[in-house]
T-cell receptor
Protein backbone atom coordinates (compact mmCIF):
# COMPACT_ATOMS: atom_id res chain seq x y z
CA UNK A 1 0.00 0.00 0.00
CA UNK A 2 1.13 3.53 -0.69
CA UNK A 3 2.57 5.32 2.29
CA UNK A 4 3.40 8.90 3.11
CA UNK A 5 6.35 10.11 1.05
CA UNK A 6 8.76 12.78 2.19
CA UNK A 7 11.50 14.39 0.20
CA UNK A 8 14.33 14.86 0.48
CA UNK A 9 15.27 12.25 3.04
CA UNK A 10 18.41 14.11 4.01
CA UNK A 11 19.28 17.76 3.62
CA UNK A 12 22.37 19.71 4.61
CA UNK A 13 22.25 23.50 4.67
CA UNK A 14 24.35 26.37 5.91
CA UNK A 15 23.17 28.88 8.48
CA UNK A 16 20.92 31.59 7.07
CA UNK A 17 20.02 29.48 4.03
CA UNK A 18 16.52 28.36 3.15
CA UNK A 19 15.10 24.85 2.88
CA UNK A 20 11.92 23.34 1.49
CA UNK A 21 10.63 20.01 2.71
CA UNK A 22 7.91 18.16 0.84
CA UNK A 23 5.27 15.74 2.00
CA UNK A 24 3.03 13.59 -0.19
CA UNK A 25 0.13 12.12 1.80
CA UNK A 26 -1.50 8.77 1.31
CA UNK A 27 -3.96 8.97 -1.64
CA UNK A 28 -7.35 10.37 -0.56
CA UNK A 29 -5.98 11.69 2.72
CA UNK A 30 -6.91 15.34 3.11
CA UNK A 31 -5.11 16.23 6.34
CA UNK A 32 -1.38 16.75 6.80
CA UNK A 33 0.55 17.28 10.03
CA UNK A 34 4.17 18.41 10.44
CA UNK A 35 6.28 17.49 13.46
CA UNK A 36 9.85 18.41 14.41
CA UNK A 37 12.04 16.05 16.44
CA UNK A 38 15.30 17.45 17.74
CA UNK A 39 18.14 15.18 18.88
CA UNK A 40 17.00 13.16 21.89
CA UNK A 41 13.68 14.98 21.94
CA UNK A 42 10.07 13.99 21.43
CA UNK A 43 8.32 14.94 18.18
CA UNK A 44 6.81 18.42 18.51
CA UNK A 45 3.75 19.45 16.52
CA UNK A 46 4.40 22.34 14.14
CA UNK A 47 1.37 22.87 11.93
CA UNK A 48 -1.45 21.03 10.20
CA UNK A 49 -3.65 21.47 7.14
CA UNK A 50 -7.08 20.19 6.23
CA UNK A 51 -8.47 20.62 2.76
CA UNK A 52 -5.70 23.08 1.87
CA UNK A 53 -6.43 25.35 4.83
CA UNK A 54 -4.37 25.64 7.97
CA UNK A 55 -6.26 23.75 10.67
CA UNK A 56 -3.97 24.06 13.67
CA UNK A 57 -0.69 25.64 14.64
CA UNK A 58 1.84 24.63 17.23
CA UNK A 59 5.35 25.72 18.07
CA UNK A 60 6.32 26.75 14.56
CA UNK A 61 8.84 29.62 14.31
CA UNK A 62 7.87 32.69 12.31
CA UNK A 63 10.76 31.87 9.97
CA UNK A 64 8.87 28.78 8.87
CA UNK A 65 5.82 28.69 6.66
CA UNK A 66 3.85 25.88 5.13
CA UNK A 67 1.01 25.24 2.78
CA UNK A 68 -1.06 22.45 1.33
CA UNK A 69 -1.63 22.34 -2.39
CA UNK A 70 -4.60 21.31 -4.52
CA UNK A 71 -3.22 17.77 -4.84
CA UNK A 72 -2.98 17.68 -1.01
CA UNK A 73 0.78 17.54 -0.88
CA UNK A 74 2.35 19.94 1.58
CA UNK A 75 5.57 21.92 1.70
CA UNK A 76 7.36 23.28 4.74
CA UNK A 77 9.48 26.30 3.93
CA UNK A 78 12.23 27.24 6.34
CA UNK A 79 14.17 30.47 6.01
CA UNK A 80 17.15 32.01 7.82
CA UNK A 81 18.12 28.59 9.06
CA UNK A 82 19.73 28.32 12.47
CA UNK A 83 21.84 25.57 13.99
CA UNK A 84 18.94 24.73 16.29
CA UNK A 85 16.76 23.86 13.32
CA UNK A 86 18.76 20.67 12.83
CA UNK A 87 16.21 17.96 13.43
CA UNK A 88 14.15 15.19 11.95
CA UNK A 89 10.98 16.57 10.36
CA UNK A 90 8.06 14.17 10.17
CA UNK A 91 4.98 14.52 8.10
CA UNK A 92 1.83 12.54 8.81
CA UNK A 93 -1.43 12.27 6.91
CA UNK A 94 -4.93 11.25 7.86
CA UNK A 95 -8.47 11.33 6.53
CA UNK A 96 -10.32 14.16 8.20
CA UNK A 97 -13.32 14.64 5.93
CA UNK A 98 -16.65 13.28 7.10
CA UNK A 99 -15.28 11.68 10.21
CA UNK A 100 -15.59 12.23 13.92
CA UNK A 101 -13.27 11.10 16.62
CA UNK A 102 -9.57 10.54 16.24
CA UNK A 103 -8.33 9.61 12.79
CA UNK A 104 -5.16 7.56 12.66
CA UNK A 105 -2.14 9.46 11.49
CA UNK A 106 0.20 7.69 9.11
CA UNK A 107 3.77 8.90 9.29
CA UNK A 108 6.36 9.42 6.63
CA UNK A 109 9.99 8.38 7.06
CA UNK A 110 11.06 11.91 7.92
CA UNK A 111 13.53 14.39 6.48
CA UNK A 112 16.74 14.80 8.43
CA UNK A 113 17.86 18.41 8.21
CA UNK A 114 21.37 19.33 9.25
CA UNK A 115 22.30 22.99 9.51
CA UNK A 116 26.03 23.71 9.55
CA UNK B 1 -1.56 22.56 28.20
CA UNK B 2 -1.30 18.82 27.82
CA UNK B 3 1.83 16.85 28.60
CA UNK B 4 2.97 13.26 28.26
CA UNK B 5 5.66 11.85 30.53
CA UNK B 6 7.63 8.70 29.91
CA UNK B 7 9.92 8.51 32.94
CA UNK B 8 12.41 5.99 31.57
CA UNK B 9 14.61 6.24 28.50
CA UNK B 10 15.65 2.62 28.23
CA UNK B 11 14.31 -0.73 29.30
CA UNK B 12 16.36 -3.84 28.73
CA UNK B 13 14.85 -7.27 29.40
CA UNK B 14 15.48 -10.86 28.46
CA UNK B 15 13.26 -12.69 26.01
CA UNK B 16 10.22 -14.08 27.77
CA UNK B 17 10.29 -11.52 30.56
CA UNK B 18 7.32 -9.25 31.23
CA UNK B 19 7.46 -5.69 29.98
CA UNK B 20 5.83 -2.54 31.28
CA UNK B 21 6.49 0.79 29.61
CA UNK B 22 5.22 3.64 31.72
CA UNK B 23 3.28 6.63 30.50
CA UNK B 24 1.60 9.39 32.47
CA UNK B 25 -0.28 12.33 31.08
CA UNK B 26 -1.65 15.63 32.23
CA UNK B 27 -4.76 17.10 30.67
CA UNK B 28 -7.86 18.47 32.32
CA UNK B 29 -10.28 16.96 29.82
CA UNK B 30 -10.67 13.51 28.30
CA UNK B 31 -7.85 12.86 25.87
CA UNK B 32 -7.35 9.98 23.51
CA UNK B 33 -4.19 8.02 24.33
CA UNK B 34 -1.97 6.08 21.95
CA UNK B 35 1.19 4.08 21.77
CA UNK B 36 3.34 4.49 18.68
CA UNK B 37 6.28 2.24 17.84
CA UNK B 38 9.32 2.81 15.66
CA UNK B 39 11.30 -0.27 14.68
CA UNK B 40 14.87 0.12 13.47
CA UNK B 41 15.01 1.98 10.15
CA UNK B 42 11.22 2.13 9.91
CA UNK B 43 8.72 4.92 10.29
CA UNK B 44 6.53 5.65 13.28
CA UNK B 45 3.43 3.50 13.31
CA UNK B 46 0.42 3.24 15.55
CA UNK B 47 0.59 0.27 17.91
CA UNK B 48 -2.63 0.73 19.80
CA UNK B 49 -5.11 3.29 21.08
CA UNK B 50 -7.03 3.22 24.31
CA UNK B 51 -10.44 3.63 22.77
CA UNK B 52 -10.19 0.41 20.77
CA UNK B 53 -9.16 -1.69 23.81
CA UNK B 54 -7.35 -4.11 21.51
CA UNK B 55 -4.34 -6.30 22.07
CA UNK B 56 -1.79 -5.81 19.32
CA UNK B 57 1.25 -8.11 19.06
CA UNK B 58 0.51 -9.19 22.60
CA UNK B 59 0.64 -5.63 23.96
CA UNK B 60 -2.15 -4.10 25.98
CA UNK B 61 -2.61 -0.71 27.60
CA UNK B 62 -5.32 0.38 29.98
CA UNK B 63 -6.25 3.98 30.52
CA UNK B 64 -6.34 4.77 34.24
CA UNK B 65 -7.98 8.16 34.57
CA UNK B 66 -7.49 8.25 38.34
CA UNK B 67 -3.74 7.87 37.99
CA UNK B 68 -3.65 9.59 34.58
CA UNK B 69 -1.62 6.70 33.24
CA UNK B 70 -1.57 4.59 30.11
CA UNK B 71 1.13 2.01 30.69
CA UNK B 72 1.97 -0.46 27.93
CA UNK B 73 2.34 -4.08 28.98
CA UNK B 74 3.28 -7.40 27.49
CA UNK B 75 3.58 -10.58 29.54
CA UNK B 76 6.33 -12.23 27.50
CA UNK B 77 8.72 -10.04 25.51
CA UNK B 78 10.07 -11.18 22.14
CA UNK B 79 13.27 -10.08 20.44
CA UNK B 80 11.26 -8.51 17.63
CA UNK B 81 9.68 -6.15 20.17
CA UNK B 82 12.96 -4.25 20.38
CA UNK B 83 12.11 -0.74 19.20
CA UNK B 84 11.44 2.84 20.28
CA UNK B 85 8.03 3.33 21.88
CA UNK B 86 6.25 6.66 22.17
CA UNK B 87 3.19 7.40 24.23
CA UNK B 88 1.02 10.16 22.74
CA UNK B 89 -2.25 11.90 23.33
CA UNK B 90 -4.72 13.87 21.29
CA UNK B 91 -7.22 16.32 22.69
CA UNK B 92 -9.11 17.04 19.50
CA UNK B 93 -10.91 15.06 16.86
CA UNK B 94 -11.39 15.01 13.13
CA UNK B 95 -8.92 17.09 11.20
CA UNK B 96 -7.41 18.69 14.30
CA UNK B 97 -6.08 15.58 15.95
CA UNK B 98 -2.52 16.74 16.52
CA UNK B 99 -0.48 14.51 18.77
CA UNK B 100 1.48 15.40 21.87
CA UNK B 101 4.27 12.87 22.35
CA UNK B 102 6.32 11.73 25.29
CA UNK B 103 10.08 11.53 24.91
CA UNK B 104 9.96 7.85 24.09
CA UNK B 105 11.58 4.75 25.54
CA UNK B 106 13.91 2.28 23.89
CA UNK B 107 12.96 -1.30 24.58
CA UNK B 108 15.76 -3.80 24.13
CA UNK B 109 14.89 -7.49 24.34
CA UNK B 110 17.92 -9.72 24.68
CA UNK B 111 17.98 -13.37 23.62
Amino acid sequence: AAGVIQSPRHLIKEKRETATLKCYPIPRHDTVYWYQQGPGQDPQFLISFYEKMQSDKGSIPDRFSAQQFSDYHSELNMSSLELGDSALYFCASSLGRGTSGYNEQFFGPGTRLTVL
Amino acid sequence: AQRVTQPEKLLSVFKGAPVELKCNYSYSGSPELFWYVQYSRQRLQLLLRHISRESIKGFTADLNKGETSFHLKKPFAQEEDSAMYYCALSTDTGANSKLTFGKGITLSVRP
